[in-house]
């Protein structure tokens, strides 16, 4: 599905959510594609910042909070530069989604929450591919993906957010 635009030219904040292997940083890759678009990936900046630091969901939890901490002014600072971002952050619970929503609306621009919705075994499948081919900073087992899965919370209409339902495709 062809993301929407809200008003011609204006910026947008792209929020992605979707299990591990679901295909958010492939989507996020060709939303930053688009013209006045820009990249952030957390994977890539947590890789870089803490090498070797992340090994269980409590470190990544505390890496990540620190890194959404100093990114929030410059994700807002982009936004109002007239620039489109797209946030390549797992927005998988409630509270990652209400972190997203105060950036996007401190900055006042609109946002677009993309829900990857891929069955378990494709998932774990591309994960494993993934992990084969070594190009990702980290790499997670079935179990791990068990257990990171747990976690996961759909968005529900109740939370408010404009909705682009992405839908395995067989």
Wanted: charged share 20%; glycine share 6%.
């Amino acid at each position: 599905m062809q993301p929407l635009s809200s008003t011609a030219g204006a910026p947008v904040l792209h929020l992605l959510c979707g299990k591990i292997g679901a295909g958010k940083s492939t989507l996020s890759r060709q939303l930053a594609a688009q013209p006045r678009s820009v990249l952030i990936s957390e994977d890539t900046w947590l890789a870089t910042l803490y090498p070797g630091e992340i090994h269980s969901i409590a470190d990544y939890q505390r890496r990540a909070a620190t890194l959404r901490g100093l990114l929030a002014d410059h994700v807002r600072a982009l936004l109002q530069a007239g620039l489109s971002v797209v946030l390549d952050v797992p927005f998988n619970t409630p509270a990652t989604r209400a972190w997203g929503r105060a950036v996007f609306e401190s900055a006042a621009v609109a946002h677009q929450l993309h829900f990857l919705d891929v069955a378990d075994a494709t998932c774990k499948a591309r994960l494993r591919a993934r992990n084969a081919r070594g190009e990702h900073p980290f790499q997670a087992s079935d179990e791990a993906f068990e257990l990171i899965t747990r976690h996961f919370v759909a968005p529900t209409a109740e939370e408010g957010f404009v909705v682009i339902h992405h839908m395995q495709e067989e």
